[in-house]
């Protein structure tokens, strides 16, 4: 199984450089909020009803203070929008994956994914890639599996903090009304990174 979920990620890896790639010029961004030091940005993907999004914020971490929140990911239920299960999958070394279980308003039934993350550092600071395996472990009844997804952390040393970077895009799959979920790519960045900014602002001792 080991061996199976890692050979899944190098082709994740590969996969989510094409993808991204692929959307990465399709428009323009456009701001849709800035407000407390976060900002979240959207744009269309060709071909695709949903919009990815850009996200930024000033942390007060450092960035493997910021990491760690991050790989912490049993407690993404506690500060991550909609999350009703989380749990990591140990890869070892600078890959693991991350199985994500999210509410959907009824009557949708739930989505849950692989999210397959791969660590990279460099001079300016940490760099994670963000795919999806989406058979490395079988899918529930009541919920639809994310097949397409491909995004990216940066997390860059700054006075005050970490200047964090996120970008994402997603196909949810099955019929969510594009209005619906674009609304969520919005809410969930910008809801994500005030948890983020408040969990660092009110913890001096970490």
Known sequence: M???VAHVC???????????????????????????????ETRDVAGSDYKAFRAQALIAATPDEVLARLQDVERYPDWFPDTLEAR????????????????????LKDRDAVYTQKLTR?????????????????ESKDAVRIRAAAGLWELVAADG??????????????????????????ETPKRALQSLKNYFANNTEL
Do not use: C, K
Request: glycine fraction near 12%.
């Open 2 to 4: 080991r061996n199976l």
């Open 88 to 107: 990591r999958l140990e890869l070892g070394g600078d890959r693991w994956a991350n199985y994500v279980r999210t509410d959907a308003p009824w009557p």
């Open 122 to 138: 460099t001079v300016q600071g940490i760099q994670i890639t963000v795919g999806v395996a989406p058979d490395t472990v079988p």
């Open 161 to 186: 903090g970490t200047a964090l970077h996120w970008e994402f895009h997603v196909e949810p799959g099955g019929n969510i009304p594009s209005g619906l979920a674009n609304a969520r790519v919005i």
């Open 10 to 40: 190098r082709m994740a890896a590969l996969l989510l450089t094409i993808t991204w790639a692929g959307f990465a010029t399709s428009s323009e961004w456009e701001t849709q909020f800035d407000e407390g030091g976060v900002r979240v």
